[in-house]
């Protein structure tokens, strides 16, 4: 056994565990992680908890709003991400005023509401068209861009689970909150809908993680590319050495017209 033999399974494990450690990264990235799951559960917090006091739309609306830019300008500071903080101002801008112009506290949760309405939907679809958005949202994070719809079928199974998984998860919360926001009022939706915000999206996360922890390693086309550029320019160096010096090239030529040569003295005879 030669010492490479013997460095193989520990490499193939090294890489293994560093696929399995970039995966874990890249969904709790994708998905916003606990300051994502802090930026979209206090605003709505703040509202029903002023509104529950006071019941004044206008000052809970407001409090709500102001929180939400402060977690952005506090990820700002730090110099996280501000997707997730810049999707959560405009859905609490948007049920501010929605809120204040129609004086009904239920359309604070209204744009959240239609936007989990309408993710769900989205998920479900991409799953029934056979492009589900997990992949498509992980693909790139994990340099595998779209490789497993064609290359990698285990994770394309993986991902499409995923993605169900999503779509009913979120379209049972909104299965839910529908008929509240019809028949209940403002307090009543708004601390179910506190209380539906994080154990459903830390559902999805754990069952996404489950099916590609199950699932083939991704496979890396950017690595792919890179080394395919490497081989290319390799082979334009070895070229243009050998037309730079004639004593190479000339064996060069030798060479190559010994082996046509030779394969044409293997040619059988053609028969008559």
Request: aromatic share 10%; proline share 6%.
């Amino acid at each position: 056994m030669t010492p490479d033999d013997k460095t193989t399974p520990t490499g193939h494990r090294s890489a293994a565990a560093d696929s399995r450690a970039a995966a874990d990264t890249a969904l709790l990235e994708a998905f916003g992680g606990v300051r994502g799951m802090v930026d979209t559960t206090v605003p709505g917090l703040v509202f029903v908890l002023l509104y529950t006091i006071n019941r004044d739309i206008h000052l809970a609306a407001i409090s709500a709003l102001g929180v939400t830019v402060l977690l952005a300008v506090a990820r700002l500071v730090r110099k996280e991400t501000l997707k997730h903080a810049f999707s959560g101002v405009f859905g609490v801008a948007f049920g501010t005023i929605f809120a204040m112009m129609s004086g009904d506290a239920k359309n604070f949760y209204l744009p959240g509401m239609l936007y989990t309405l309408g993710l769900a939907i989205a998920y479900i679809l991409s799953a029934i068209f056979r492009f589900p958005l997990i992949g498509v949202l992980l693909g790139p994070m994990l340099k595998e861009n779209l490789s497993w719809r064609t290359r990698n079928p285990g994770r394309f199974r993986a991902y499409t689970r995923s993605t169900w998984a999503w779509g009913l998860i979120l379209l049972a919360k909104s299965a839910v909150l529908f008929p509240l926001y019809w028949w209940g009022d403002a307090t009543q939706l708004g601390w179910v809908k506190v209380a539906l915000g994080i154990p459903p999206f830390l559902l999805c996360v754990y069952l996404t993680w489950i099916f590609l922890a199950k699932a083939p390693p991704p496979i890396d086309v950017i690595a792919e590319m890179e080394a395919e550029e490497k081989a290319e320019r390799e082979r334009k160096s070895q070229v243009g050495a050998a037309a730079a010096d004639p004593v190479l090239s000339e064996w060069t030529d030798q060479i190559v017209s010994e082996a046509r040569t030779e394969s044409a003295d293997r040619q059988p005879p053609p028969r008559h």
